[in-house]
């Protein structure tokens, strides 16, 4: 799609309202499409804390790679941590999974984001997923990634234009109008040309 801002949202409602996840792909101003997944949770008698990571289409491959094998690890149900690392190729932000076991038994998938904006400064942000809420947060989470995949097909591949050639030797004669209130151009004189012939 050519136009600006957003292109797809989806919001899910887990834990009876107490928490909400915001899939949204959005657009920036170069055409950039990216993932905007947002975990927002109720405080007590406070506002809603929000936590928010971007998934740019240069980190997709690694990001769902990263999300597969940290939902493996949960399935298995083995209680053992799992910690990774993905999206360090790009340069610009680092992906980390992590899966935890509570006291009670329950696991959930810890993601965060690393990453440096043009200042060269470090930003962290991080969502939970609890397992009992996997089934509604994929809700959301598989048709979003869809989308995005499918924005990332449908794109001509951009090539930078190319630079015009230049050709030597060639003039170009670069004519000015004449100044405001001048309607006669000024004439030149002519120079007559001496010829000297030299006497014997």
């Known amino acids: 799609m050519g136009h ?3 292109i797809f949202t989806r919001k899910i409602f887990v834990k009876d309202g107490e928490k909400t996840y915001f899939f949204n792909i959005k657009e920036n101003r170069y055409g950039n499409k990216f993932l905007n997944l947002v975990e927002s949770s109720k405080r007590e008698g406070g506002p809603f804390k929000r936590n928010s990571i971007m998934v740019y289409r240069e980190d997709l491959p690694s990001f769902m790679e990263g999300f597969s094998e940290a939902c493996e690890h949960l399935n298995k149900k083995e ?3 799992l910690s990774l690392s993905k999206g360090e190729e790009s340069g610009r932000r680092t992906f980390h999974f992590s899966v935890k076991w509570n006291k009670f038994g329950w696991g959930s998938i810890f ?30 989470y598989e048709p979003a ?11 001509p591949p951009q090539t930078p234009p190319k630079a015009p050639e230049k050709k030597p030797g060639k003039k170009v004669k670069i004519s000015l109008p004449a100044a405001p209130g001048n309607k006669k151009e000024k004439e030149v004189p002519k120079k007559n040309k001496i010829k000297v012939v030299a006497k014997k």
């Open 79 to 81: 209680k053992t941590q």
């Open 145 to 155: 990634m869809a989308k995005l995949r499918q924005e990332k097909q449908s794109e």
């Open 111 to 140: 993601i965060s984001e690393e990453r440096s904006d043009y200042t060269s400064e470090l930003h962290n942000e991080m969502i939970l997923i609890d397992e009992r809420d996997m089934e509604d947060f994929l809700k959301g």
């Open 4 to 6: 600006r801002g957003e």
